[in-house]
């Protein structure tokens, strides 16, 4: 039996569920705008164990082979609205997540991704840092909240970008002339700075041994928002060189990832740059631009851990 948990509306969760049905394969959804009505008992003795209770059904956690987890937030959820901080319903709801985390850490069970590896991503620079000891090439990073240190880096290297620190999602910008009389704010909060690679990004997917490339064709500074810069953006499928994948493999593989969303830019020299492992990439954009079977790859994982 396979395990999913996350929101009914989330592309990547429910692409995988509609293929797990196509595939005949057994699976259990927790729906996470169901928290308040669901049930959770934990057992260590010797193993981990327990039960799970939801209003649609009930389990044994030792009756799940695999499990595929994108959960949010669950105090951003709309079933959350109106509930305080001090309301018991509030504290039931997070010790719920973070039991049913607990477990998928620690259960022998097949898991797409364990929480625990997936946490590098909370620090990008350690994740890059792991990105670099994995083989990949990195760009020249500054973490700092010296104004100077800032803008000796910028000078050094002529173009730079600068990004979150943290998981939380951020639109990536070049430093420009007119970011200068910011730079004292630095002083508030830590800020990642990059040195700007030229070149063309690819995105890609590694689900198990499988390796699937999407080449992206724009100028914005960050191609994931492209209208904010009046620039155009093409996704293509693209064949990623067989040297290029056992480097993608291998990193996902050192990340302890089954399924990895890899960052990467090829400079005009022809050097491979590696920014970022997702491990919880948001693939469904990526699979409907360039007909690349994706969910079905990460199903057919789910589905070959039971058997």
């Known amino acids: ?9 989330d592309g990547p969760l429910s692409s995988v569920q509609a293929t797990l049905l196509r595939l005949g394969a057994g699976f259990k959804f927790v729906d996470q705008q169901d928290v308040l009505r669901c049930r959770l008992e934990l057992t260590v003795n010797g193993g981990v164990g327990g039960r799970i209770e939801t209003p649609q059904w009930s389990a044994d ?7 595929y987890l994108r959960p949010y937030d669950v105090r951003r959820l709309p079933a959350m609205q109106g509930v305080k901080p001090t309301n018991l319903r509030w504290r039931r709801a997070l010790q719920f997540d973070d039991t049913l985390t607990c ?9 797409i991704s364990r929480p625990s590896a997936m946490a590098s991503n909370n ?5 890059l840092s792991l990105i670099q000891a994995a083989g990949f090439a990195v760009p020249d990073t500054l973490v700092t909240t010296d104004t100077t240190a800032a803008i000796e880096f910028w000078e050094q290297h002529g173009s ?4 979150s620190i943290s998981g939380t999602r951020s639109i990536v910008s070049r430093v420009r002339a007119e970011h200068r009389d910011r730079f004292p704010d630095l002083a508030n909060c830590p800020t990642q700075f990059q040195q700007y690679i030229e070149g063309i990004d690819y995105r890609i997917h590694v689900v198990g041994d499988e390796v699937f490339g999407c080449e992206i ?13 009046g620039a155009e953006l093409q996704v293509r499928q693209y064949e990623v060189p067989p040297d290029v994948s056992q480097s993608c493999r291998f990193l996902a593989a050192s ?22 492992a997702n491990p919880s990439p948001a693939f469904t954009f ?5 007909a690349q079977p994706i969910s079905w790859a990460i199903a057919e994982l789910l589905a070959g851990a039971v058997r």
């Open 103 to 111: 477990w998928m850490d620690m259960t022998p069970s097949f898991v």
């Open 1 to 9: 039996m396979i395990l999913l948990w996350g929101i009914a509306s």
């Open 160 to 163: 730079v970008v600068y990004k």
């Open 255 to 276: 990340l302890n990832l089954p399924v990895a969303g890899l960052d990467l830019r090829r400079s005009a020299a022809g050097e491979w740059f590696c920014f970022e």
């Open 123 to 127: 620090s990008k620079p350690y994740q």
């Open 217 to 229: 064709c724009s100028d914005a500074d960050d191609y994931r928002y492209p209208q904010l810069q």
């Open 61 to 67: 956690l030792n009756s799940f082979n695999a499990v």
């Open 286 to 290: 990526y699979q409907d631009t360039s």
